[in-house]
């Protein structure tokens, strides 16, 4: 059994950094392209970020290229999110997902594993 846990999130002035962390357990890590995935009060989930495998292919939301990026640790099974000039709108629970699938990256669908999230709150 998979099991995806996220930590790293709290308050942050806009402008800020933060960095996000999932520790993975349960099957070959490296196998797998990783997510992340944001989701604000009444909205549907979004996605933020992808991760190949190997850590060769990365892709971003429009919304946060430039200001994210995603990276792994293999051999500690870990994934991370280093967020940059945050923004207002950034504030959402973020959800860390492993794929069951090599393609349609964005969409949740392709997802069979998910972290129980981790609160971002930026602020003015």
């Known amino acids: 059994q998979v099991q995806l846990v996220e930590s790293g999130g709290g308050l942050v002035q806009a402008g800020g950094s933060l960095r996000l962390s999932c520790a993975a357990s349960?099957?070959?890590?490296?196998?797998?392209?990783m997510g992340w995935f944001r989701q604000a009060p009444g909205k549907e989930r979004e996605f933020v970020a992808a991760?190949?495998?190997?850590?060769?292919?990365?892709d971003y939301a429009d919304s946060v290229k430039g200001r994210f990026i995603i990276s792994k640790d293999n051999a500690k099974n870990t994934v991370y999110l280093q967020m940059n000039s945050l923004k207002l709108e950034d504030t959402c629970v973020y959800y860390c997902?492993?794929?069951?699938?090599?393609?349609?990256?964005?969409?949740?669908?392709?997802?069979?594993?998910w972290g129980p999230g981790t609160q971002i709150t930026v602020s003015s």
């Open positions: 991760l190949s495998g190997s850590g060769s292919f990365a």
């Open positions: 349960g099957r070959t890590f490296s196998s797998y392209y």
């Open positions: 997902t492993e794929a069951k699938l090599f393609y349609r990256l964005r969409y949740t669908s392709s997802y069979d594993y």
